[in-house]
Structure formats: C-alpha cells, structure tokens
C-alpha cells in the first residue's frame, strides 16, 4: 500500500490499517484521527505463512493522531512476525490521548516479534513516549533495533523500552539526538518490571538532552531481570538527576553494566548504580557531575584506569572480608564498608582488592550511622594503631598499601561523628 493520504475529523478511529501480514505501507500521509494514523495488526496466525511474516511501515508521516501516529501492534494471541520494521517515519503531535507512544512496536501475550527495527524515525511533541518496544505478559520480541532517531519535547521518555512480563532477549539503541523529555523517568528508559526480561542491551552513540535521567536502566520487582548492558560513547547534557543509571530495586536481579568512553556533564550524578552485581568503567569517561560515580551494593567492581579519588563504592562485608575487584585502578579509591545482612555491628579483617597496586591509597568509610563497622588491627591484612570502629557515616580511615609485604598500613583516622 503506497500513496495514500487520510485525513479525517476528531470523531474517526484508525487511519490506514492492516491485519494480516506480509504487509507493506510506504509514502502515506494521516492527519487528524482519533485512533493511530497507520498501524499493523495481525490477527491470528492463519495468515503467517512458512512460520512467520513481515509488517513494514515507512516514509510516512502521521500528525495530530490521539493515538500513535505508526503503530505494529500484536494483540491476539498467536501471531507470529519474522519481522517487523518502521523506518524513516516522522509523527508529529500525536499520541494527543497521552497512553503509549508516538511510534510503537507492542507484542502481548502468546506474540512473537522476532526481528523489530525503529530507524530514521523524528518524533516532535509526543503526548507520552516518543518511541516505545514494548513485550507484555508472555510476548517475545527476540530482538528490538532503534537506530538514528530523533526526539524533540516527549510528556514521558523519548525511547521506552518495556518488558511488563514479557521478554526483551535483545536490545540495540544507537545514535540520534533526544532532547527536551519532561519525565520523571528519562530519555532512554529500558525496564524490566512485572516479572519480565531484558536479555541485553546496548546503548551508544546517543545524545541525550534535557530531562531528569538521560539513560535509565532497571529491574523492578520479583522474578523480573536485566542481563547485561553495555553503554559507550553516549553524549548526555543537563539532566537533573542522574545522567547514566541502572537500578535494581524490589527484588529485581540486574547482573552487570558496563560504562565505556561516555562523556557526561551537570546533574546530581555522572555514572550511577544500586543493586547491579557487576560494574565495570574503561577509564575513558569524562565526567563533570556534583557526584562523579556512585556504585552502590555492587558484588564485583571493576574501575579500568580511572585516575583520581572514584567515588563512592558500597561493599558488604562477607565472613570479614570486603572485596573489590579492580585490575587496573591506580588512583585514590573511597569504599562504603556496610556490615553483613546490615548486622549491628561486624569486623572487618581483610581488604581485598584484585589488582591493587603497590602504594596505592585506600579510604574506608562507615556506610551507616546504625551499623558499626570494627576494622581489625593485626587480624588479617590491616597493620593499625588498634582497632578502629567506623560507628558513623563521618568516620573514615585511610589505608595505603605495601605490595611485597600485602597488607595495608594506616595513614589516618577520623573519628568525626558522633
């Protein structure tokens, strides 16, 4: 289907629709309708030849729609896309009922979307999201490409990626520029939530703008995970809270992100985790934020060759004993010591960091005002002027390291708090 223009009353429903598969919709133009201006809606499997099909929308531009202005939407249970493509589109204005996106790519229950590209796309003025994948109860999208697009002035986040109980294995995000998104969210919001899956992600090349989170990641809930996340040379400016963010709260499981050459300024943080087990940094971010990295609950942390005092890491002591992994960091390293499962009180015998250098300055310090932290002269590798409990969020001890004899000797204490 090509060459086709619709432009309708308040009072109309769909644009240009199609519910079967194999289906191509190119060089339309829809204005003004009350539904979605041009969508793809397989209705049942019947119609999906030799296990699969394909639904492209593209070069086509959608306005004032109250819905999304390009939409491939599976809803009845059974249908099966190969492949499923929306590209070199423009929505301006639509999504005016604010309850999805602009440009969307939705699989529900018993739906399979194997192969989804959002690329070349401009979305100005989005009533909610601007771009939105999204795999809901048991629906399957095996891999989700959004490249090179554009976002100017979405109610919600510019590109949403959403796994409500479904399963995301792959996701790419590349490229474009997103700026001027009023959520409370971010620009790029990728979430795992109602027990659903992100396999892996990888965010790069983007340039962030103007919201309160530029790239937020996270796990919400029990039974609900985000596998790996790789993010690299993203380009993130005026965010008022964090700039590049994973979480995994309420029982959520997030397994490991990676920081790789990102340039980011302003906002409360520059690179920021709770509750991912692994974090690893390059060394090549440059960073300009009130708090430059902050790494909370981490079980493995590699630094890469960051320069200067990292800020700060959070490790939980196990058995005495508080690990970092850092095989080439060689600047100053401040580590929140918390007690173990947030004991009372707990000591700590052993320091052990992976790699640490020889002379290399460590500063230790009580995560808690309500656990005490009892770091132990002469027990496994501290040589201190006698115990020393950490009792207070102000107290700190500063430790540098002797390689040929491995232990640490102190260099200072502070006894601030009360």
Do not use: W
Not at 219 to 228: E, L, P, Q
Not at 383 to 408: C, Q, R, S, V, W
């Amino acid at each position: 289907m090509g060459q086709h223009d619709v432009e309708y009353g308040a009072d109309n429903s769909d644009g240009i629709i199609s519910e079967g598969v194999n289906t191509r919709i190119t060089n339309c133009v829809v204005k003004n309708v009350d539904g979605t201006g041009i969508k793809i809606q397989p209705l049942s499997d019947t119609n999906t030849f030799f296990g699969g099909g394909y639904g492209i929308i593209s070069h086509s531009y959608a306005e004032n729609c109250g819905n999304e202005g390009m939409s491939i939407y599976m809803a009845n249970s059974g249908p099966t896309l190969n492949r499923g493509e929306i590209t070199n589109c423009t929505a301006r204005g639509c999504d005016t009922k604010a309850t999805s996106a602009s440009i969307r790519a939705h699989v529900a229950s018993g739906c399979t979307l194997n192969d989804v590209l959002i690329a070349q796309c401009r979305v100005d003025n989005a009533g909610a999201d601007s771009i939105q994948v999204r795999a809901t109860g048991t629906g399957i999208i095996t891999r989700a490409a959004i490249e090179s697009c554009d976002s100017k002035t979405s109610a919600q986040a510019a590109i949403y990626a959403l796994a409500d109980g479904g399963t995301i294995s792959s996701l790419y995000v590349r490229g474009g520029y997103l700026d001027g998104s009023s959520s409370a969210n971010a620009q790029i919001y990728a979430l795992a939530s109602s027990a659903g899956t992100i396999g892996e992600a990888v965010f790069s090349d983007v340039r962030l703008r103007s919201a309160s989170r530029g790239l937020y990641m996270r796990a919400n809930g029990a039974g609900s995970s985000f596998g790996r996340a790789v993010v690299s040379n993203m380009d993130a400016r005026s965010m008022t809270d964090e700039n590049l963010y994973g979480l995994a709260d309420s029982s959520g499981t997030f397994s490991q992100v990676s920081f790789r050459g990102n340039d980011v300024s302003g906002g409360t943080y520059g690179l920021r985790t709770i509750g991912v087990t692994t974090v690893h940094t390059d060394g090549l971010n440059t960073i300009s934020a009130t708090t430059p990295r902050s790494f909370a609950t981490v079980t493995t942390l590699q630094l890469g060759k960051d320069f200067g005092v990292t800020l700060p890491a959070t490790i939980t002591i196990a058995s005495g004993v508080a690990t970092v992994s850092s095989p080439t960091h060689s600047g100053h390293l401040l580590l929140k010591i918390d007690t173990e499962s947030a004991a009372a009180t707990d000591d700590l015998d052993t320091l052990t960091i992976t790699g640490v250098r020889d002379q290399q300055v460590v500063t230790l310090r009580a995560l808690s005002s309500s656990r005490d932290v009892v770091v132990k002269d002469g027990t496994g590798n501290f040589k201190l002027n006698g115990d020393f409990t950490m009792n207070n969020t102000e107290d700190t001890i500063t430790l540098i390291y002797h390689a040929t004899d491995d232990f640490y000797t102190e260099i200072s204490r502070s006894d601030n708090g009360a």
